[in-house]
């Protein structure tokens, strides 16, 4: 794909999260546009292999380990720093048509910057701003900059663009753009998978997310406690600060006796295939989820999956045709889900083939591509009329 629009893309972090997967296919073809990232890390990386320039701010190095719900307090320190990173956004902003922030904190700023110089500004909005993931004063900055300065605001979701309103944005503002996913090429068997990562053969459940308290891997492991003779691969880390959860979660194996049942895999690029391996895709988030790739990506791999009823999970599974929904944060619920499945997987075969089809029908890469570009092309069109 060719496009001609200079657009500055913006994002807080070098680490690799969902928001930034969906980042680096956006940018695919992009020459004529730069990254701005806050730091350096596997997301520059992964961008300088990429045509469009990328620029890294001199000041914003481990500003993503700063957690969402750190006090104002602890921030102060930081006001420094973060005025210059709005001086850089604003200089970088100079040499192209439009902003792209694909994350809160690089919004925030780009909204800021956006006073000095003015572009046309997209917030690709990857959260879901309800007061479980956000204090008030953050809900209260990030509505009122939208509402001031954002062009539009790309939501995933239905979920995520109900958020955004019931907390007073402007619901003109609003583009539902669901993400789109392909799924690699995996030629080996379930059977060839676990033998390569030395997993046992018996049931085993899975989860791919990064180690998060609201991601509920501490539930999965509740559940596991009732479930005898059930493995689990727990696949991810903790990306933006959260190492104490992650040492809460391996102390939670040892405490429920799961040490020889329970797999910690660490980060892995490979999730799409390695979820082949599992009879089970889990996803426990405890908060509402604001789309959930790992969701389609299951539904992609022809893995059964069980997710909490909340935020965009019972639309991406259609409220339960496509998966099984339980409710958030209730491990014996998830326990149960887990142990039908596990108790009768033919029975899941039509399931499996409407969850591939509705996969392949809605969450597709160019459909998002298209749709994206079309929201750059309007706003580069309006800007130039
Ligand atoms: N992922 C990964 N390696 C891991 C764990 C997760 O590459 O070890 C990927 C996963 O396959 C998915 C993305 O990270 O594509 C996570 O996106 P999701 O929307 O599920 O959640 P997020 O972490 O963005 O909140
Ligand atoms: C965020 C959300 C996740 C979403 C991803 C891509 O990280 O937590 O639900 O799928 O962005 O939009």
């Not at 958030?328 to 499996?352: C, E, F, G, K, Y």
């Amino acid at each position: 794909m060719m496009s001609d629009e200079r657009v500055l893309f913006v994002d807080h972090t070098g680490q690799i999260g969902g928001a930034e997967l969906i980042l680096l296919d956006v940018v695919q073809g992009r020459k004529r546009s730069s990254a701005f990232l806050f730091e350096q890390g596997p997301l520059s990386q992964a961008l300088a292999d990429k045509e469009l320039g990328l620029i890294i701010s001199k000041w914003g190095q481990g500003l993503s380990q700063f957690r969402r719900d750190s006090s104002w307090l602890t921030a102060i320190p930081l006001v420094g720093r973060l005025a210059a990173i709005i001086v850089e956004i604003a200089r970088a902003a100079r040499a192209h048509d439009i902003v792209y922030a694909n994350s809160q904190k690089a919004f925030v700023l780009a909204a800021l910057a956006g006073l000095l110089v003015k572009r046309p500004l997209i917030w690709h909005l990857h959260d879901i701003i309800t007061p479980e993931h956000f204090g008030a004063v953050q809900r209260w900055v990030q509505i009122t900059l939208a509402n001031a300065r954002a062009t539009k605001v790309i939501v995933p979701s239905q979920a995520a663009a109900e958020a955004f309103i019931e907390a007073g944005g402007r619901r003109n503002l609003v583009e539902i753009v669901p993400n789109g996913l392909a799924l690699p090429l995996e030629p080996r068997s379930a059977r060839e998978i676990r033998a390569a990562l030395d997993l046992p053969a018996g049931p085993l459940v899975g989860v791919f997310s990064r180690l998060a308290p609201w991601k509920g891997q501490h539930v999965l492991l509740e559940a596991l406690a009732t479930l005898p003779g059930v493995g689990c691969i727990i696949v991810g880390d903790a990306l933006f600060g959260e190492q104490a959860y992650a040492a809460e979660l391996k102390q939670l194996v040892l405490e429920r006796g799961l040490a020889d049942r329970v797999r910690f895999l660490g980060h892995r690029s490979d999730v799409p295939k390695l979820m082949k391996a599992v009879d089970v895709m889990v996803h426990p988030s405890i908060d509402p989820e604001p789309f959930g790739r790992t969701l389609v990506e299951a539904m992609l791999a022809g893995v059964p999956v069980i997710a909490t009823n909340a935020g965009a999970a019972p639309d991406i599974l259609e409220g339960g045709r496509a998966g099984a929904l339980v409710p958030p944060n209730d491990h014996q619920a998830l326990a149960s889900a887990i142990a039908s499945v596990l108790a009768r997987p033919q029975a899941l075969a039509s399931q499996l083939e409407y969850a591939s089809h509705r996969a392949h029908a809605q969450y597709g890469v160019a459909q998002m591509l298209d749709a994206i570009g079309g929201v750059i092309r309007r706003l580069q069109a309006g800007a130039a009329a």
